[in-house]
Structure formats: C-alpha cells, structure tokens
DNA sequence: ATGCCTTTGTGAACGCGTGCACAAAGATTG
DNA sequence: CAATCTTTGTGCACGCGTTCACAAAGGCAT
C-alpha cells in the first residue's frame, strides 16, 4: 500500500481503536461488502479474516475494540457489521471531497467509480489553468482555483485530495487549510506541512516502486549468494573512500530537467 | 500514504535494514535530490529531517544502518548519501516495468514522468482490450494481454504494475507471476494471493479516504463534546440490539451496480 | 597544540502492534 | 437437560519501531 503514514504520533488513539486497526476497517468492509451482495448471512473470523488477508486472530482483537458484536460458535453477522464499521468510519453521512489539481491523475480520480458508493460525493474539481475552467470532466465542469474557497465554505467540504505537481501542493495545501478543509489526501511528492488538528495522508507511486526495487535487488543478490549491499563493519573500504571523493557517477544520469522533477506535468507522485 | 502494508512478515530485516527504514529511504532521497539540484554541499540530520518530514534521530538511526556516512560536527555530504541510498534502494540499475491495465489510471501511470528519472522504466503497456491494441499511450503503443508472457521474459521484467479493475486483478497477477514478475504494485481493490517469495505492495486510494473520514468523524465530535462512536462499556444499548435485527438501513444506499462495485470500469481503488 | 563547539552515532527505555493459546459462551445434538 | 463442539474474546508475551539522551568524534578558533 502506499504509504503516507505521517500521521497523529499522539491523540492517535481517540475512543480506544488503534490507529493500525483503524486502518484495516476498509478491508474488513470490503470484504463484508461482498459477502453481503452475496447474501451470506454470517461469518466466521476465520473465513473473513482469509478474504481481507489478514490473520484471524487480528481480526477479532480488531472488532474487539468495536465492542462484541459476534456470537461465539456462529461467527459475525453480515449486515450487522457492515453497518457497525459504516458507522465507525463515519460513512453512513456523506462526504462532500473536492479535487485540485485535474491534469492525468486528478480527472482518473474523478472517473473513480468507488467514490460515491462508500459515501463520498466529488464536489468540485478545481484546476489552475484558466482554459479548463467549464470543461466537463467526469460530468462535472472544472472550476478556477480563483473558486477555490468559496467552493469550500459553500459546500462544508472538509475533505481535499491535491493531484497537483509538486510546486504547487503546498500553497494549494495552505488555501485549504485556510478555507477549513481539515483532511488532505496528497498525491504530490511533497512534504506537506500543516497547522495541528489537520490530518495528512500521502500517496506515492515512486516511493513504492523504490520499495520494490529494494526487495527485488535483495532478492537477486541473494540468490547469487554475494550480498548486494556492503557489509556493515567489514573494514576500510576499499574502492570508494567514505566521507571524501563523492562519486557523482551513476544515480541513473538525471538530465537537467526544469527544477526538481517534481515540478513536471505532474500526473503522479515522484 | 497510500497503503499497502502486507509485506514479508519474517525474513524481512535481510541484511538488517528494517523495513520502516527502507520505507523512509526513498523520502530522504527525494529531499536529497532537491538539495543536489540547488548545489548545496552538506547537511545536517536537523535540516534533512524537516525536509523529509521526520524526526532527526529517526533519520540518524535510519542512516546507521547504512553505515557511518556523515562527518561529525559537520553533516552529510549530500552527492555522496544520494549516491549511497541509490545504490542501497538499487535504483542504480535499470528497472523495466509493465503496466496492466490501461483505463484511466493506468495511462495515468503512464504518462508519469517520475518513473525514468529514478531508474524505472515503462517496458510495456498491457490491456485486455483489442481495441486498444496498438494505439500509443504516452508515446508506447498499448499491447494485447496475449503478448504478456512474451513481453516479460523478452525484456525481462522483474516489476509489474496492476491497474485493471478488481475482477480482473487475481488472474492477471497469476499471469505475472508465472512469467516471472517478484514485484507487483497493485493499484486494484482486491486482496492478491502470490506464492511465497512475490512482494506485493498496495495502493488503494478509497481506504485512505476512509481513514481520513473516520479522523474527520472523531473532530467533529469531540468539538461538540460528544463522542461519536459509541462508549464500550456503556450498559445495555438501548436503541438497536447488538445481534438481533441487522439495520439494514443507511450504508449509503448502495444501488445495486454490477456486482462488486470493483468490476467497473476501474480507474482506481475501491 | 589545546580547548571549545557542533553534530553524529548509538545504548537503553518505552510503547505499540502482533500472534499465541485458552477460557468463556453460545449453538447443537442426543 | 447434559454433553459436546464450534467460535469468539482476550490475557500475555514477544518483537519491532520510536524517542531520549549522551558520549565520542571531528572541525575550528585561538
């Protein structure tokens, strides 16, 4: 999963849920989701714990923190619990969620299906670039960003996802902090930073393909029997000395783009 | 960030960088690029840590575990730390990578820049679709499901990215494993199995938001005084009983779409 | 060369999350 | 009604990750 786990180091634990079960509850969801379209009354914490991928005996503590809401020697209650986490998350009320940014990514995101049939509702797309502002994406007109707050007060939108390069995010950030939005979903390769009581989560691509490429690395050298990665304490080196002599060799050759490639079209996290 | 923390459980720590470190890796490099970009020569932990967002002797530990790459009283030299998380994280050699699926998030994907300036590579788009076959997204042609097998060990690939919708995701994985992908990025809502030996990273954007309404839920409680959630040892509940009688009200009124609401047309997470 | 100042590297303590293993609770059968 | 079987709910121990706090190390000025 992506990442993006900056979070609330304290206050974490409002009402006694873990922030870590927390945020297995939508797969918990997901799961019951299905199971309930399927018309399957009940289930035990083994079978759901298998489909949402998780061990069995996590899953209980977790719906522990819920309260008791199984029946010992039956299991779980579809419905019932469908509706219990609804409630937890707070998706039985509507979600108004405004996206900045409608370049690749921001008018994928409006395309997403999954938005509204988990109680969130696109308000507004917003985008900088005049020459899109009345074109229709997803069905609905992109705004100018010169809308931005009072799309925000108008609608009581606390929620905004930032799709936009990575130059940007942060004043964009700023103008929705300011204009009350209290959640931020950021898609751009940037450190966001935001006044206490706002709640940031990060999503992105290139950090999880760098993660990737970590364990795929480790994985060929092992298999080679030669480490890939020099030895912790193994005596001086030997080709490249330490604190002297940085190699600017290599590091994949960026050629000069404009400033940080953060700063591109902007599509994705970088 | 977006999630996905289903990883190696064991045989994690290989050659004893822990997994959180390597997660954090990828973010000082992106801090560190910036600061290579403008020229400047050293930094403290102080300084890099703000610009990645962390806390210093997180980032002083994390770095430990690389070695003793910093001088004292001084800092880090910057070309060389980049150099040395590259080279850790691999990404000093080429990845080629396959994305499947390419609806809208997958051409999103696509068109992203960030991929070649960090050692990934797009080798191939796949889709499903006939009609797509051959038409040029982000300058390559599109390729038919048909070829995956072929494509992958022609060029081979090591990484692939799933974006297809969640129906299809399972068996597209199968397909990918069997020709020889260790890597996947998985963009579809749905729990992949792999054998033992596959990473599998996730990203699911309607989980994230979820998270951030149950936090968004919890502010607007507290600021009224009364929690939200229900209080766990509070009595017997008065107005609905816990097991009897599953409301099946609210939930957002799902409407009855096409099954799981993951087979649409799938541009992101559900 | 000596002493001071800055900053790293890390030992140790703490807290959270995970998983085991089992007792309690309810269903079910005879 | 009693015995048995299933499955939950949780106490407990363990390990990872985070943070503090400080000694060691190097630069720099005198």
Known sequence: MATGRNHRPATSRSRGIP???VAR???YLRALTALSERSVPTVSSEELASAAGVNSAKLRKDFSYLGSYGTRGVGYDVEYLVYQISRELGLTQDWPVVIVGIGNLGAALANYGGFASRGFRVAALIDADPGLAGKPVAGIPVQHTDELEKIISD???SIGVIAT???AAQQVCDRLVAAGI????NFAPTVLSVPEGVDVRKVDL??????LAFHEQRKAGEELGAPPGRRPGEGPEADTAPPAAPPAVAV???????GTDGDLPAVMPA
Chains 1, 2 share one sequence.
Do not use: D
């Open 206 to 211: 290139s950090i999880e393909l760098q993660i």
């Open 25 to 27: 509850l939508p797969l």
């Open 252 to 258: 994949t050759k960026r050629p000069p783009e404009s």
């Open 19 to 21: 922030e870590a079960t």
């Open 155 to 157: 609608n009581g939108v």
């Open 165 to 167: 390069p990575a130059g």
């Open 182 to 185: 209290t959640s931020i979903l």
